[in-house]
């Protein structure tokens, strides 16, 4: 078998639990910031996912900011969402986000227009997250587009998706098609209330999910009680439970100390859980918050470069 471009991918293969963060290119065109986010990752993520236009909102490219997040140190991670491009598009931004350094690619619908700050935009949705996963397979395998067309030196990306393992009337077969197309990995939404994560985990496992690709779980220090009830009533598939939530009440304005401990209690609970390969540490535009949790939990030092 050819070794595996991506660092990422050679980490999961390894059986390592793996650890990955995020950057959000901000809306600006100086890339000061990128680099910033990056250089606090280094050495505490072994990949950082690029966002894209987050919130349907205009942000800077998710490419220019994989070119910066790899000249920092970090393997980037692309994100692409099908909402804004056509195949052609996406067939382009997949070639040129391989040669600027990004070696995994995560897969994404986007957020519904109607959300973000360019509500009467169109969107594309040529190709359904499913197809862009296949077009990115077949690149990997068989080196065409989606024209028949050949690839001279063509990507071979680690391949991931989401996943909402909480959701209400949750569903594995949605997952497997993906997988069944050629995803590897896939990163959950955020999780906090371990025992029911641990129940859908026993779910997929007998459906031999955990064998056919990498469970990355979404993690992220909350703040405040008013961040975290914000995110269980407006974010779908997040619960934050109750006990939790007493709990950063109770902890006033150490909240965000008891956040980052409560943070580090999950993540030591789902290493546990056989078939999580990972953690997905998420700041929300805190990398100190994220440096902490990793730091607390165990993390490092991480892998090294050539893992």
């Not at 957020?111 to 973000?116: A, F, I």
């Not at 359904?128 to 030196?153: H, W, Y």
């Not at 999950?266 to 994220?290: F, K, N, S």
Request: hydrophobic share 45%.
């Amino acid at each position: 078998m050819t070794r595996p471009a991506s660092r990422l991918e050679r980490i999961v293969r390894s059986g390592t639990f793996c650890v990955t963060a995020e950057v959000v290119p901000p809306r600006s065109g100086e890339g000061a910031k990128v680099e910033e986010q990056a250089r606090a990752l280094v050495g505490y993520a072994d990949a950082a996912n690029v966002t894209d236009n987050p919130t349907a909102s205009a942000h800077m490219s998710p490419l220019a900011g994989a070119a910066m997040v790899a000249r920092a140190g970090i393997e980037p991670t692309i994100q692409l969402t099908v909402r804004d491009r056509n195949r052609l598009a996406l067939s382009a931004d997949l070639l040129g986000a391989w040669a600027l350094g990004a070696r995994n690619l995560f897969c994404l619908t986007g957020d519904p227009l109607e959300v973000g700050d360019h509500p009467d935009a169109i969107p594309a949705n040529d190709l359904d997250v499913t197809e862009l996963v296949g077009l990115a397979a077949r690149l990997r395998t068989e080196g065409t587009l989606l024209s028949g067309r050949e690839v001279e030196a063509p990507p071979r990306y680690f391949i991931g998706v989401a996943e909402s393992p909480l959701a209400p009337k949750y569903d594995p077969w949605r997952l497997e098609v993906k997988l069944d197309a050629g995803a590897a990995f896939f990163m959950t939404q955020i999780t906090y209330d371990v025992e029911a994560l641990s129940a859908w985990a026993d779910v997929v496992r007998e459906r031999g999910i955990f064998e056919r690709a990498a469970a990355i779980i979404g993690v992220a220090p909350l703040r405040s009680a008013k961040q975290a009830r914000f995110l269980n009533e407006r974010v779908p598939g997040v619960t934050v439970p109750d006990d939790v939530l007493h709990a950063l009440d109770e902890a006033g304005p150490d909240a965000e100390t008891e956040g980052t401990r409560q943070t580090i209690e999950v993540i030591r609970q789902l290493r546990e859980i056989p078939g999580v390969a990972g953690v997905h540490v998420m700041g929300m535009g805190h990398e100190d918050a994220v440096r902490r949790v990793i730091e607390g939990a165990g993390l490092l030092p991480r892998p090294t470069a050539t893992a």
